[in-house]
T-cell receptor
């Protein structure tokens, strides 16, 4: 059974510092991995999707890496801003057909960027 | 539409009452997913559809939960005889296809409170 872990559960950094968010998963048989952002009381905003054949994806200040063999992904947010304060979740989509198309989520990392 | 739409935003029900939630996927997306978010960030997969057909229902509590995606109508998730533990935010997501590059896009969620 796939398990996804995000450590730390919470992170507080001063504005301008780079953010490093970690995601680990137990089963490397994945189609892809998605990083999401969730603001309090809101839905999920998809940030980046990395396909299993890729090693990284970039969008603006965001860069996500994927090391499938070790079951790890890292989301880097450069030059953090107070507006980056949110909960960040990673989710994997299994390759196993029997598991369907559903995402398995990590518990999230709650980020606070202090001005 | 360009976004996944969910109604209502909030729903309050007394224990034992019925609750019905609605989801309109992004136009052109063939797959619809329902997830339940309880206890902060814990996401649980409920059910997925490929067009109007159930694709994966392994997460559905069979006794009280049902879901449909009918042509030319919003998808729905219905809970008969709600219980206190059904209190959660229910998210709907859609994706265009099953390809490895296909993201799941999430709606804003429906917060169900069972009193």
């Amino acid at each position: 059974k796939q398990e996804v872990t995000q450590i730390p559960a919470a992170l507080s950094v001063p504005e301008g510092e780079n953010l490093v968010l970690n995601c680990s998963f137990t089963d490397s048989a994945i189609y892809n991995l998605q990083w999401f952002r969730q603001d309090p009381g809101k839905g999920l905003t998809s940030l980046l999707l990395i396909q299993s054949s890729q090693r990284e994806q970039t969008s603006g200040r965001l860069n996500a890496s994927l090391d499938k063999s070790s079951g790890r992904s890292t989301l880097y947010i450069a030059a953090s801003q107070p507006g980056d304060s949110a909960t960040y979740l990673c989710a994997v989509r299994p390759r196993i057909k029997a598991a369907g198309n559903k995402l398995t989520f990590g518990g999230g990392t709650r980020v606070l960027v202090k001005p | 539409g360009e976004e996944v739409a969910q109604t209502p935003k909030h729903l309050v029900r007394g224990e034992g009452q019925k609750a019905k939630l609605y989801c309109a996927p992004i136009k052109g997306h063939s797959y619809v997913f329902w997830y339940q978010q309880v206890l902060k960030n814990e996401f649980k997969f409920l059910i997925s559809f490929q067009n109007e057909n159930v694709f994966d229902e392994t997460g559905m509590p069979k006794e009280r939960f049902s879901a449909k995606c009918l042509p030319n109508s919003p998808c729905s998730l219905e809970i008969q005889a709600t219980k206190l533990e059904d209190s959660a935010v229910y998210f709907c997501a859609s994706s265009q296809s099953m390809g490895t590059h296909n993201e799941q896009f999430f709606g804003p969620g429906t917060r169900l409170t069972v009193l």
